[in-house]
């Protein structure tokens, strides 16, 4: 037989459920506040692209991606990424072993020179390569001379994106590496290893997740760039174009039909690079395995 | 033949002297304890023996060869960290292999090796766990065995308990200890803890301020310490403050009327101090020759024996009375009692004072 419960008991009771429905209420308005502000900011403008792109048909979104010019600025994205990628991967690797494990006068200053792309407006980065590399310019005049073509050309705009990604890949694995320490490394010297074999057995296997998150990173922000960019290239069709400078150029033409092709095309590699971000970063965090 | 010596090692950090003039031999087949006080330099020695850390002076031979200028990976050695520093992405095996592979030795004699060391360890079944899913004792073992993995010449331990609970700790120091005897590797571990040195070393080198202050047995280190130190920091001990007059000894703060004869006859006149371990003071409800009186202070319940605290003069001292003693007795605080030192040593007492002072005043010893 249930024993009758105690009036106090009772009593408890109802206040806890009270207490357990008020948070519940809290709870719900909080989520639906973080929807609401994240669907004003970025699923509307998403749908926007879709539902624009769309109208057009999937014929004219494909004939226009289709055209020499569309795809040799997909072609531009993809190299000066490219570049960005490996070189940025490499030297970032360097720099954070470097200030992670060596001692020298000035290392505060030039570890926050890294970060510096990250402060300075693109377009500001841009314009000091223009300044650099123009003909007027002390390295500028001195490629002139030897007949090679920086500003306006291909090899300025991989300049500029490789200047404006450095941060990424060095920011995110010299945590991880300060934080794995040098015992490992030890450990390894200890069972004679050298320190090639050290880096490329122990320390690397340990940075792998923060190494492709920050890679990621390069790759969204090298597809993404514009400003930076859009100054040293001068933004030449089918010569300079990339597909972001390519986007503006048919927007401002009223071009919209191509505008939103090229766009969608870019949101939906975004979306891609996003969901493997969100991976590469639960690995970082968790076990490194 | 020696298994390891330094001489006269010497390392300076910035303005920290860490390591000062440092000479020891440990033979061949011996497990010696670094032991000192943290921040003594015992952890910076053995880096250096590795080849961790360079010395700014002296010379290091490692079964009879010089090494001082070799690189760590041409010393040979075995070094188990004190957080183990077990690789995080590899697995017990892989761990247990790794300096076997990057001596490029055949995939037939690693397999061999790693699973007579999985066997010696006592990892069976581990071979393909992460060290995450270990405990810490598993773990220590595993960084054991990679340790062992390459046959070293020496083997370094680094605080190897250091993190395990007390139980654990235990057992795995008395499993090294037995293991030690089957495979025979010159073995030096760094430990700040007295009792864990006494276990399992052949030999105890005292580390004081980058100093060695004795090197003995356990026995030798515990029963006849060579300095003010050594014996205040090996096992537990009493300061009973004196001063020395005319061939005798007189207790602070005692009768000048009772005093104790003096059986070492090499210190001058002078303040003293008495180092007297508590296992060392028996108890007396009646005066005899050469006891001193004092009262009792408080009687502690200590599981296997009592405590009991004693004002002596100045000096309260400790003694440990076991439980057939007590139940005879019935100590109780109040009590008048006499008391008589067995073993004691006899230390100028400013020889490192502040030092000694501080540290039995961290240990409860003293006031």
């Excluded at chain 2, 605080?159 to 120091?173: M, T, W």
């Excluded at chain 2, 200890?177 to 590797?185: A, G, P, Q, S």
């Excluded at chain 2, 005798?248 to 371990?277: H, K, W, Y």
């Amino acid at each position: 037989m249930k024993p009758t419960p105690d009036p106090v008991d009772i009593e408890v009771i109802t206040l806890w459920d009270k207490r357990v429905r008020r948070e519940k209420l809290g709870k719900w308005i909080i989520i639906g506040l973080v929807f609401l502000w994240f669907a004003f900011l970025v699923l509307f403008p998403l749908y926007g692209i879709f539902r624009e792109a769309g109208e057009e048909g999937l014929k004219t979104i494909f004939s226009s991606l289709k055209t020499a010019d569309s795809i040799h600025a997909f072609y531009l994205t993809f190299i000066t990424t490219l570049v960005a990628v490996i070189l940025n991967t490499v030297f970032g690797v360097i720099m954070a072993i470097v200030f992670a494990r060596q001692k020298f006068k000035g290392k505060l200053l030039l570890e926050s020179i890294v970060d510096m792309p990250f402060a300075i407006s693109p377009i500001v980065a841009g314009f000091m390569f223009v300044v650099l590399f123009g003909p007027e310019g002390w390295i500028g005049s001195w490629f002139e001379s030897m007949n090679i073509k920086i500003l306006y050309a291909i090899p300025g705009m991989m300049i500029a994106t490789v200047f404006i990604t450095i941060p990424f890949v060095a920011r995110e694995i010299l945590p991880i590496l300060r934080e794995f320490g040098r015992e490992e490394e030890e450990a390894a010297a200890t069972l004679g290893a050298s320190r090639w074999q050290a880096f490329w057995r122990v320390t690397l296997p340990s940075i792998k997740w923060g190494l492709a998150y920050g890679v990621t990173l390069t790759i969204a922000r090298s597809i993404g760039e514009f400003g930076a960019v859009l100054v040293v290239s001068g933004s030449i069709i089918n010569m300079t174009q990339t597909a972001t400078l390519r986007i503006h150029d048919q927007f401002m033409n009223f071009n919209y039909p191509g505008a939103f092709s090229a766009a969608l095309v870019l949101a939906v590699f975004s979306f891609v690079i996003l969901l493997f971000i969100q991976y590469a970063y639960k690995k970082k965090g968790g076990p490194l395995l | 033949m020696s298994g390891i010596r330094v001489e006269n090692l010497r390392k300076t950090f910035d303005n920290f002297t860490a390591v000062d003039d440092v000479s020891f031999g440990i033979e061949e087949g011996e497990l010696a304890a670094l032991l000192g006080p943290s921040g003594s330099g015992k952890s910076t020695i053995l880096r250096i023996i590795a080849g961790l850390e360079r010395p700014d002076h002296g010379r290091i031979y490692l079964t009879s060869r010089e090494v001082t200028h070799h690189s760590v990976q041409e010393r040979n050695i075995g070094f188990v960290f004190q957080h183990y520093a077990l690789f995080k992405h590899m697995t017990v095996e892989k761990n247990i292999a790794f300096g076997l592979e990057v001596q490029k030795k055949s995939k037939k004699e690693i397999k061999a090796k790693v699973d007579e060391l999985i066997d010696l360890v006592k990892l069976e079944g581990y071979n393909n766990q992460y060290p995450h899913q270990l405990s810490g004792g598993q773990r220590q073992r595993v960084a054991l065995a990679r340790a062992l993995a390459p046959e070293p010449r020496v083997l370094l331990l680094d605080e190897p308990f250091g993190s395990l609970d007390a139980k654990v700790r235990k057992n795995l120091a008395q499993w090294i200890r037995d293991l030690h005897k089957r495979i025979h590797v010159t073995g030096v571990f760094v430990t700040h803890d007295q009792n864990e040195a006494m276990e399992i070393s052949d030999k105890i080198i005292l580390i004081n301020r980058g100093r060695v202050e004795q090197i003995g047995t356990p026995r030798e280190v515990y029963e006849t310490p060579a300095t003010k130190f050594v014996a205040s920091f090996v096992g537990n001990v009493n300061v009973v403050e004196s001063v020395i007059s005319d061939g005798s000894i007189f207790i602070n703060g005692v009768s000048p009327d009772i005093t104790l004869q003096m059986r070492e006859c090499d210190l001058a006149p002078g303040e003293v101090v008495l180092l007297v371990r508590p296992e060392e003071i028996s108890l007396a409800r009646a005066a005899t020759e050469n006891n001193l009186p004092g009262i009792i202070r408080a009687v502690h319940y200590r599981g296997s024996f009592y405590e009991v605290e004693i004002d002596v003069g100045n000096n309260l001292v400790k003694a440990v009375i076991d439980k057939e003693e007590y139940k005879a007795e019935e100590w109780r605080a109040k009590d008048p009692v006499f008391v008589l030192f067995g073993k004691y040593k006899v230390f100028d007492a400013s020889e490192g004072y502040q030092q000694v002072h501080s540290m039995l005043k961290q240990y409860g010893y003293i006031e």
